[in-house]
T-cell receptor, first 117, second 114 residues
Framework: GAGVSQSPRYKVAKRGQDVALRCDPI?????LFWYQQALGQGPEFLTY????????KSGLPSDRFFAERPEGSVSTLKIQRTQQEDSAVYLC???????????????FGPGTRLTVL | GENVEQHPSTLSVQEGDSAVIKCTYS??????FPWYKQELGKRPQLIID?????GEKKDQRIAVTLNKTAKHFSLHITETQPEDSAVYFC?????????????FGKGTKLSVKP
């Protein structure tokens, strides 16, 4: 079946613009994660959803970052008033079960490469 | 919180040689340790994982070892091939805790020379 998909794959924004990044998880997956991967670094956790509930947003770097998953499937990561330091690859991952108590493999999307000029 | 250190940052080997990548973690509550391979411009893909109740796991040319006492785990690739060239990330997770997210190391760029 289809894996995790993300759109757009590439996004160039001028500093100060708002952007919205979309994630389509694997159908039926309960858990959804967003990670930020700076150039030459490992992915860093941003936020976690269990169905439509955002259970952890401790990794969001500022209040300019906002994520939602209103119907428990597709998720959107929004960045307001983008800054150059927001340039990175934004990865989405999903897993079919709960993230707590029982391990379920996280499947990653291809990422969205955001460049802020 | 958890912190994962990974070494080396780059590794170059000849085809057919072995490659070893090492990681340490700080939180003794972590109980799951996956390894991801990421080719340039592509998504991270799970290649092998180990849980804290196991000391070693092997899958064909890839093996992972875990030392819970010392809080370190390693990836071993034998008989390396050019297609093994990629960036490898280790990660740690406490899937029984309040967070299910993965904490990643900074990655190792492996180059296998033909």
């Amino acid at each position: 079946g289809a894996g995790v998909s993300q759109s757009p794959r590439y996004k160039v924004a001028k500093r100060g613009q708002d952007v919205a990044l979309r994630c389509d998880p694997i159908s039926g997956h309960v858990s959804l994660f967003w990670y930020q991967q700076a150039l030459g670094q490992g992915p860093e956790f941003l936020t976690y959803f269990q169905n439509e509930a955002q259970l952890d947003k401790s990794g969001l770097p500022s209040d300019r970052f906002f994520a939602e998953r209103p119907e428990g499937s597709v998720s959107t990561l929004k960045i307001q008033r983008t800054q150059q330091e927001d340039s990175a690859v934004y990865l989405c991952a999903s897993s079919w079960g709960l993230a707590i108590g029982v391990y379920n493999e996280q499947f990653f999307g291809p990422g969205t490469r955001l460049t802020v000029l | 919180g958890e912190n994962v250190e990974q070494h080396p940052s780059t590794l170059s080997v000849q085809e057919g040689d072995s490659a070893v990548i090492k990681c340490t973690y700080s939180d003794s509550a972590s109980n799951y340790f996956p390894w991801y391979k990421q080719e340039l411009g592509k998504r991270p893909q799970l290649i092998i994982d180990i849980r804290s109740n196991v000391g070693e796991k092997k899958d064909q040319r890839i093996a992972v070892t875990l030392n819970k006492t010392a809080k370190h785990f390693s990836l071993h690739i034998t008989e390396t091939q050019p297609e093994d060239s990629a960036v490898y990330f280790c990660a740690a997770q406490d899937y029984g805790g309040s967070q299910g997210n993965l904490i990643f190391g900074k990655g190792t760029k492996l180059s296998v020379k033909p």
